[in-house]
Nanobody, 126 residues
Framework: QVQLVESGGGLVQAGGSLRLSCAAS????????MGWFRQAPGKERKFVAT????????YYADSVKGRFTISRDITKNTVYLQMNSLKPEDTAVYYC???????????????????WGQGTQVTVSS
């Protein structure tokens, strides 16, 4: 079992940056592949980025590639999403997700994840 708590959301102007954090409870954080998803109002939740349990591989949605960076700090049980060059279309609630995994396997569908945070709102103004 793992509990996830996101933070770092807020209001930012287009072109700005934010860094989201997701703090995980438990002593097995290094056993989990982690992902970020987002859900805009009236739309389905969509994949944003994922990182393998070792942190050695990452994968991004095309819409954020080159602008967002996912990373993890095993010593702090935390995964991050650095978001640069933000656009109004990035406005959404951002969710952190986790699942137990062997290394080097990445997951880009929400059905693949077992644990979810409560979400943090990101609003990008034009």
């Amino acid at each position: 079992q793992v509990q996830l708590v996101e933070s770092g959301g807020g209001l930012v102007q287009a072109g700005g940056s934010l860094r989201l954090s997701c703090a995980a409870s438990g002593r097995t954080f290094s056993s989990y592949a982690m992902g970020w998803f987002r859900q805009a109002p009236g739309k389905e939740r969509k994949f944003v980025a994922t990182i393998v349990r070792s942190g050695g591989r990452t994968y991004y949605a095309d819409s954020v590639k080159g602008r967002f960076t996912i990373s993890r700090d095993i010593t702090k049980n935390t995964v991050y999403l650095q978001m640069n060059s933000l656009k109004p279309e990035d406005t959404a609630v951002y969710y952190c997700a986790a699942r137990s995994s062997i290394d080097y396997i990445m997951y880009n569908t929400d059905a693949a994840y077992d644990y979810w945070g409560q979400g943090t709102q990101v609003t990008v103004s034009s």
